[in-house]
């Protein structure tokens, strides 16, 4: 049975929003048709465009939005080690960006591979909004070259490895798998510190 969602704005927009979520999701950007949104909050497919512009833009309002939340989260994250050392604001960066992907993973996928459903002008948009997210991470690994303490030849390449591999966690977590999200964040954090940075001087960090 359909589930009617009601008239009221804001209920309803956000309802159509979840279903276009896990829509997009599980059967890719492309495949979803607007009949099918409609018919998963129950409305006609007209009364849509009371809530979105477009198919399109309904991709793009779910991955900016996405985007949005992480930056501002992170900013906060960080705000909390503000002045500490590099390692340290590492390992927050590390602790946000793994519990945060891990609890949004539909709004993960969605922003990482349906990109190609975005117009060339929505395109740029979220790619400068990725491009923010990234410099975070980079000017972390740029202070601990500069201290001393990293040994990266790229610190720009070893942002793109490191968030490849805290990303793809999210596609092999489960809540109800051998390990906690405590145990995940843990792993990757020892990992990025004990291998893939290597503190100069050949010191691990405790």
Not at 84 to 111: C, D, G
Not at 125 to 143: G, K, N, T
Not at 154 to 180: E, H, K, N
Request: overall charge neutral; some cysteine; proline content about 2%.
């Amino acid at each position: 049975m359909t589930r009617t969602v009601g008239s009221h704005g804001p209920t309803t927009s956000l309802a159509i929003r979840k279903a276009g979520l896990r829509l997009i999701t599980e059967h890719g950007f492309e495949a979803m048709s607007l009949r099918q949104l409609a018919a998963e909050v129950g409305l006609q497919t007209a009364s849509l465009y009371n809530h979105i512009k477009t198919k399109q833009h309904l991709l793009f309002e779910l991955i900016h939005e996405h985007l949005t939340a992480l930056l501002e989260q992170t900013d906060a994250a960080l705000a909390q080690v503000a002045g500490e050392s590099p390692t340290r604001r590492l390992e927050r960066f590390v602790l946000h960006h793994l519990t945060y992907h891990m609890e949004k993973k539909r709004e993960v996928f969605v922003a990482n591979f349906e990109l190609r459903g975005l117009s060339p002008e929505n395109y740029k948009v979220i790619v400068a909004l990725r491009r923010r997210y990234e410099a975070r991470l980079i000017a972390i690994l740029d202070e601990g070259v500069a201290a001393g303490m990293f040994d990266l030849l790229d610190t720009q390449v070893a942002a793109y490895a490191i968030l490849a591999m805290l990303t793809g966690a999210c596609t092999w977590y489960r809540p109800d798998g051998r390990l906690s999200t405590d145990d995940v964040v843990m792993l990757h954090t020892k990992m990025l510190l004990n291998g893939c940075l290597h503190l100069a001087g050949g010191n691990t960090p405790s």
